[in-house]
């Protein structure tokens, strides 16, 4: 039995979606677009089309409206170095990338997107060092 990879994404508009969706299905892999209305879902049910619509108030989402990140699930590791790989080959797809894990995918995508954002601050502060 074989394992559906996923890409889920936010924060890119059509034609980066477009993009991203043109380089999934190299990968044999579906895209999933994290909205607004659904940020408050764990990552688990964005992934199995569970996802309800969940309030978020304007100032959390407003943190978040700039930010655009590429989330991968299921992909072994060569075929995660070849995506990646692709995505950096374009620069109008500079976002943060991270990996889906057994803990990650329990979390709302809120608090994980949130998390992301302070690991890569933390990431820009000590590297300029």
Avoid: Q
Wanted: with cysteine; charged share 40%.
């Amino acid at each position: 039995m074989s394992v559906k990879k996923e890409v889920v994404i936010f924060g890119f508009d059509e034609v980066k979606r477009n993009k991203l969706s043109s380089i999934c299905l190299k990968y044999d892999a579906s895209l999933k677009n994290v909205e607004k209305n659904i940020l408050g879902n764990k990552l688990e049910d964005i992934i199995k089309d569970r996802a309800i619509e969940s309030a978020i108030d304007e100032e959390t989402f407003k943190s978040f409206e700039n930010e655009k990140v590429i989330l991968f699930n299921n992909f072994n590791e060569d075929e995660l170095n070849k995506v990646i790989k692709d995505i950096r080959s374009d620069k109008d797809l500079k976002c943060i990338l991270a990996v889906i894990t057994p803990t990650s995918i329990e979390w709302e995508f809120k608090y994980l997107l949130e998390h992301l954002i302070e690991e890569r601050e933390w990431f820009r502060k000590n590297n300029n060092k």
